[in-house]
């Protein structure tokens, strides 16, 4: 019996893995017949487990149930999940604190003594620094939006600007994105006829939702480079282009999310797009690259503050 019940967890936990397993692969992990595996899986069905048999290669797979059965993770996914729900606990969705905190009891409480200690020691020696969370979306606008994308359909909801004024828009979404420290919408608006990207924390959902609608053909294969795009150069009042004389793979790494969009021109260079409030902040953004660039496009202030920037350097250099 003792010996069924641990061949019965190993299958368990070989069947939580997403994908799709034939009796012969199950039969050399567990070192049994093909007909004890059949046998095994009829078991967790009766237990309540939902084992589904896959068509074509007569393999199984663990499906969704009505209930939640007892997940089986190894050590290393353990210390990820509590890993994971420590950083939940002091993100930036707002409810989702204590409900990580209750998970993350439970799940300490069951932790074998050899992971509770990687797990204190990791907690204990970790200090969280730098940029302070952004502002706090509730799960319910994030679930909303989710769901329309998924649905498509039309998302109504009432905005508020970055320059404090307040409108109603209708907007075909169609990905949500965690990006730095906000929570941003990609979608089609209708009322303005061009994709936008909204920020999650200033827009507040309206219901019903919208009628569906037929997908376009998005502006970007990646949405992620599009939306660093957008906030890095089109939503600042002074943008710029500048040619790096290196190629994109070797800048690329310097360029940091947010910072610009680096578009790659051919192995030995790459375009450079920016933005910022002021022409003296693009210098800095610019420079910092540490790469030799040419101006391709900007405001004419930007060069006089490019000059100013090379003049005090070379003070610097001759009061040495």
């Not at 004890?36 to 499906?63: F, H, I, M, N, S």
């Not at 994308?149 to 307040?166: A, H, K, W």
């Not at 979608?187 to 507040?204: C, E, K």
């Amino acid at each position: 019996m003792v010996e069924t019940s641990a061949r019965l967890l190993k299958l368990l936990s070989l069947l939580q893995t997403p994908r799709d397993w034939s009796a012969t692969e199950l039969a050399g992990r567990l070192g049994v017949s093909t007909r004890t595996v059949r046998r095994d899986v009829e078991r967790l069905r009766g237990l309540g487990y939902p084992v589904d048999a896959t068509q074509g290669a007569a393999g199984y797979r663990l499906g969704a149930g009505a209930a939640l059965p007892p997940l089986l993770l190894d050590d290393d996914e353990a210390v990820a999940v509590v890993v994971g729900l420590r950083t939940a606990a002091g993100g930036s969705v707002a409810g989702i604190e204590e409900t990580s905190l209750r998970a993350l009891t439970k799940i300490e409480q069951v932790l074998p003594s050899r992971l509770r200690y990687r797990v204190s020691t990791l907690h204990t020696a970790t200090v969280r620094a730098g940029t302070a969370p952004g502002p706090q979306v509730s799960t319910d606008t994030l679930m909303v939006i989710a769901d329309a994308c998924r649905r498509r359909e039309r998302l109504r909801f009432d905005y508020t600007s970055p320059r404090g004024g307040d409108s109603v828009r209708s907007v075909e979404p169609y990905h949500l994105v965690s990006f730095g420290r906000h929570w941003y919408l990609v979608g089609f608006d209708t009322g303005r006829g061009d994709w936008r990207t909204f920020r999650v924390d200033r827009l507040t959902p309206r219901t019903p939702n919208g009628p569906r609608f037929a997908p376009r053909r998005p502006p970007y294969d990646d949405v992620a480079a599009y939306l660093a795009y957008q906030l890095s150069s089109r939503t600042w009042p002074c943008r710029a282009t500048v040619t790096l004389h290196e190629s994109a793979e070797a800048v690329a790494d310097r360029v940091w999310p947010g910072m610009g969009v680096v578009e790659a021109v051919d192995d030995h260079s790459c375009l450079l797009h920016v933005g910022a409030e002021t022409p003296s902040d693009l210098v800095w953004m610019i420079t910092s690259v540490d790469a030799g660039f040419t101006l391709t496009s900007g405001p004419p202030e930007l060069a006089d503050a490019l000059r100013a920037q090379a003049e005090r350097c070379l003070r610097a250099v001759r009061e040495q």
